[in-house]
T-cell receptor, first 111, second 116 residues
Framework: EDQVTQSPEALRLQEGESSSLNCSYT??????LFWYRQDPGKGPEFLFT???AGEEKEKERLKATLTKKESFLHITAPKPEDSATYLC????????????FGQGTELSVKP | DAGVIQSPRHEVTEMGQEVTLRCKPI?????LFWYRQTMMRGLELLIY????????DSGMPEDRFSAKMPNASFSTLKIQPSEPRDSAVYFC??????????????FGAGSRLTVL
């Protein structure tokens, strides 16, 4: 069964304190791994797609990496506005277009 | 583009009542997804459509749930009769079939359902 596990469940950082979020997955043929950001009361907002091991994507203070078993979302020198829940999702080759989401990591960045 | 539009944003109803949630996908997107989000279970896929045809409804909890997509610009998710355990935020998402964003789901703002 395809599965996505994110850790930690919650992460509190001071402004400027870099860290990483983990997304471990088991899937029968990875078609793509996705990172989304979700703010309270809103729908998830797309950040990155990664397709193959070794691939990296960057956007401002965020950098996503992918291996054959997991993905990391690195946050460099975070700011309070980076506070949100970060969701990881996988898409499998034989599962059509659907995404299977992890439970998310709730990030809080204090000034 | 106005994005994916969902209504109502909030719905409070009593157990046993019928609930209908609505979604207007982004124009030109030919795949539409309904997800449910709770604290306990996170985001769960309920059903998705390609070109208005239901492709996978294995996530629909039970017969009380039904979804339709009568045309490319409108979909409904209906719960009849509703139960307190159906309380959740229901998200609709859409994506195009081709182009640079072909794999990317765009989510609506969600419909928060509370069943008393």
């Amino acid at each position: 069964e395809d599965q996505v596990t994110q850790s930690p469940e919650a992460l509190r950082l001071q402004e400027g304190e870099s860290s990483s979020l983990n997304c471990s997955y088991t899937v029968s043929g990875l078609r793509g791994l996705f990172w989304y950001r979700q703010d309270p009361g809103k729908g998830p907002e797309f950040l990155f797609t990664l397709y193959s091991a070794g691939e990296e994507k960057e956007k401002e203070r965020l950098k996503a990496t992918l291996t054959k078993k997991e993905s990391f979302l690195h946050i460099t020198a975070p700011k309070p506005e980076d506070s949100a829940t970060y969701l990881c999702a996988v898409q499998a080759h034989l599962q059509g277009g659907k995404l299977i989401f992890g439970q998310g990591t709730e990030l809080s960045v204090k000034p | 583009d106005a994005g994916v539009i969902q209504s109502p944003r909030h719905e409070v109803t009593e157990m046993g009542q019928e609930v209908t949630l609505r979604c207007k996908p982004i124009s030109g997107h030919n795949s539409l997804f309904w997800y449910r989000q709770t604290m306990m279970r996170g985001l769960e896929l309920l059903i998705y459509f390609n070109n208005n045809v239901p492709i996978d409804d294995s996530g629909m909890p039970e017969d009380r749930f039904s979804a339709k997509m009568p045309n490319a610009s409108f979909s409904t998710l209906k719960i009849q009769p509703s139960e307190p355990r159906d309380s959740a935020v229901y998200f609709c998402a859409s994506r195009p079939s081709e182009g640079s964003g072909a794999n990317v789901l765009t989510f609506g703002a969600g419909s928060r359902l509370t069943v008393l």
